[in-house]
T-cell receptor
Framework: NAGVTQTPKFQVLKTGQSMTLQCAQD?????MYWYRQDPGMGLRLIYY???????DKGEVPNGYNVSRLNKREFSLRLESAAPSQTSVYFC??????????FGEGSRLTVL | KQEVTQIPAALSVPEGENLVLNCSFT??????LQWFRQDPGKGLTSLLL?????REQTSGRLNASLDKSSGRSTLYIAASQPGDSATYLC??????????FGKGTHLIIQP
């Protein structure tokens, strides 16, 4: 009964490096989301995918790309990491406009 | 643009007290409202989901109310316990693009 699984849980990057955060859900949800959480800013939506094959920008998409690989998996890519992207990243999933379920988070530090 | 405000930002009460956390939102055109709990360094755990057509939801010692017309929700915690110490987040859904979050109430229950 895994729910939403994110990898890696921790990552340290140097400025300019690239990486991909992976997310998978086993609840057969059609919608998936990527949020970032920063002190004093709360949770902000980066990108979402309302259904397999579609992706849309959220509130803070600059510097990120996403791929909805299949119904289960939704990845977030940083092509050229910047210190401003130091944050905790959360993946979530839901049925359409239903209840959201979150992963445990991925803590990223960019030096 | 939807804005969600949570008051107070922090709260410290003795064990056993009943308490109320407040959430307000600016756009009443919502599908639902969700309350979450977040422990330090952890992900978000869904506590209660209230659909826009509902007035309240209950789970154990928790009761959440929704007054959509006035843009307000409250989370009532009965007979508080030290284990209730956490940050409580309120979020509203306006459509397929996920949730808009408040910045949370940091709750400490003193033994």
């Amino acid at each position: 009964n895994a729910g939403v699984t994110q990898t890696p849980k921790f990552q340290v990057l140097k400025t300019g490096q690239s990486m991909t955060l992976q997310c998978a859900q086993d609840m057969n949800h059609n919608s998936m989301y990527w949020y970032r959480q920063d002190p004093g800013m709360g949770l902000r939506l980066i990108y979402y995918s309302a259904s397999e094959g579609t992706t849309d920008k959220g509130e803070v998409p600059n510097g990120y790309n996403v791929s909805r690989l299949n119904k289960r998996e939704f990845s977030l890519r940083l092509e050229s990491a910047a210190p401003s992207q130091t944050s905790v990243y959360f993946c979530a999933s839901s049925h359409s406009t239903g209840e959201l379920f979150f992963g445990e988070g991925s803590r990223l530090t960019v030096l | 643009k939807q804005e969600v405000t949570q008051i107070p930002a922090a709260l410290s009460v003795p064990e056993g007290e009943n308490l109320v956390l407040n959430c307000s939102f600016t756009d009443s055109a919502i599908y639902n409202l969700q309350w979450f709990r977040q422990d330090p360094g952890k992900g978000l755990t869904s506590l209660l989901l209230i659909q826009s057509s509902q007035r309240e939801q209950t789970s154990g010692r928790l009761n959440a109310s929704l007054d959509k017309s006035s843009g307000r929700s409250t989370l009532y915690i009965a007979a508080s316990q030290p284990g209730d110490s956490a940050t409580y987040l309120c979020a509203v859904r306006g459509g397929a693009d996920g949730l808009t979050f408040g910045k949370g109430t940091h709750l400490i229950i003193q033994p």
